[in-house]
């Protein structure tokens, strides 16, 4: 695996990128689950209430607020140890069952708790690959995670890849950024978190609908939810890995080089 390169990148670290570049480019949730129940996913759409998108929306923004509030803020800043992948799965597998014991009106109480889980899962694995989570653009960066690996209806595949999602939330990001510290979020930055979680909310909910399509199907139950609940949560676990080996990569050379060879290995 040789890949033109202006510096002097080590074959390890070519690896990394080309197993990273693999994982964020990998097949949507929607396919995931449905390589797993056997069944075309027209079919549960077709299940969901008519309204349902946009009440879907809604219920993603408020999961995604809750779990910024919450979910980060008591770990340990200890780079490089080791994730904890299996527990968190373990978690998301009982409010998966929870959830699909008593099916989609259980969504608003489920999904916060399951966004949090996985926000701390992305969290510990930022931690694994040398991040601070104690530093403000690791925190967003865990966000980010959550707008990786779903397409929307009008995506094509010039508008789908990993660097040009990064690219459509840079802009929100950067505000984020500026105006949030790493201890508290001020009163007067509230409005430009809300704005960066409804730009990340608008990708994340249509997986939400995916996953919620899946549990749509009869008979999926209890047990259906929490296998659902492990696919979901292994899908951003493996965003998350990719998303920062690639941002570690980026550290040590550059982000202009780093994204040349992740394009170059992409087509």
């Known amino acids: 695996m040789n890949y033109i390169s202006t510096i002097n990148i080590t074959e390890a670290h070519q690896k990394e990128l080309y197993d990273a570049q693999q994982l964020l480019e990998n097949p949507s949730i929607a396919a995931k689950i449905t390589n797993l129940i056997g069944k075309p996913f027209e079919f549960g759409l ?9 009440k879907i ?10 779990a910024t509030d919450t979910a980060i803020y008591t770990m340990k800043d200890v780079p490089e140890e ?61 966000l980010e995670v959550f707008a990786l690996g779903g397409e929307s209806k009008t995506d094509d595949a010039t508008e789908s ?5 990064r690219t459509a939330l840079a802009r929100s990001v950067s505000e984020a950024a500026e105006y949030i510290t790493a201890k508290t979020i001020a009163e007067e930055s509230a409005p430009i978190l809300a704005r960066l979680i409804a730009n990340i909310a608008e990708r994340f ?6 996953k919620m399509a899946a549990q749509a199907v009869p008979a999926i139950g209890a047990a ?41 290995m992409r087509s």
Not at 57 to 66: P, S, V
Not at 87 to 104: N, Q
């Open 224 to 264: 259906g939810g929490a296998i659902i609940n492990t696919i979901f949560i292994d899908h951003f676990q493996d965003m998350a890995k990719g998303h920062f080996v690639v941002r570690k990569l980026e550290r040590l050379y550059g982000k202009d080089e780093i994204k040349r060879l992740y394009d170059e």
């Open 205 to 210: 909910s249509i997986q939400i609908t995916e």
């Open 57 to 66: 929306t809604d219920i993603t923004q408020m999961a995604l607020l809750k």
């Open 82 to 142: 080791a994730p904890s992948n299996w527990w968190h799965k373990i978690g998301v597998a009982v409010s998966g069952g929870v959830g699909g014991f008593f099916g989609l009106p259980a969504l608003a109480l489920e999904l916060p708790i399951s966004t949090t889980i996985m926000l701390r899962s992305i969290a510990d694995i930022a931690r694994a690959e040398g991040e601070s989570i104690n530093d403000i653009n690791t925190k967003l960066a865990c």
């Open 46 to 54: 077709e299940m969901l209430p008519s309204d349902w998108t946009s």
């Open 161 to 165: 890849g990993y660097y040009v999602v």
